[in-house]
């Protein structure tokens, strides 16, 4: 699903990532490492938005030689997201539906099981941080990703938005084969989400665990 090949990404003189070689077949992957092991240099490297050495492939595409339907490929959620101040919800909605060309009723369910309706037209600049983590999730859900990237899904969310969001996981992996990689620095409960994963970003490279 995911190949790696001589990656590596510095800032400056530091080199913060160096990943000789890696394959991951498809499946529900659980990111973890300490704060500045590079969890999100890495998600945004995959999500093709921070430039870096090497190759990246997904289901053959490779992010150098072919950018616009590698990301059409990925779907991607920031820990902490920021959109400008004067546009609003379904701004985002359509622009993303222009993008990534979902489904016939895809976004009106996303919506539904997110709970986003009552703020998707109000702008941006009045959301709360969990209202704006819940609409980036709902973004990066739209299309037919092959593979969604989500840094620190679970932070800001109330208890409704983690369990929406773990099915939501859950039902697009059974459904139709996504591939997720969840990042965070704290531990995932063994009971949450079945068949994960866990790969483990330590001394610049990633082990899977």
Known sequence: MLQFTDVQKSYGAKKLLDIPSLELHAGIY??????G?????LLRMLAGILPFEGSIRLQGLALNKDPVAYRRSVGWAD???VYPDF????????FYRDIHQPRPGQIDELIDRLGVAPWLGSKTATWSAGMCKK???LLAFIGKAVLITLDEPLIT???QGVESLYALIQDRHCQYGTSFILSSHQD???HTLSTIQRLLLID???ELI
């Open 30 to 35: 659980w990111l973890q490492g300490a704060n």
């Open 79 to 81: 820990a902490e997201p």
């Open 157 to 159: 969310l109330d208890q």
């Open 37 to 41: 092991t590079g969890k999100t240099s």
């Open 188 to 190: 995932i409960p063994d």
């Open 87 to 94: 546009l609003t919800g379904k701004d985002l909605l359509n």
């Open 135 to 137: 609409v980036s999730l």
């Open 204 to 206: 610049r490279s990633i």
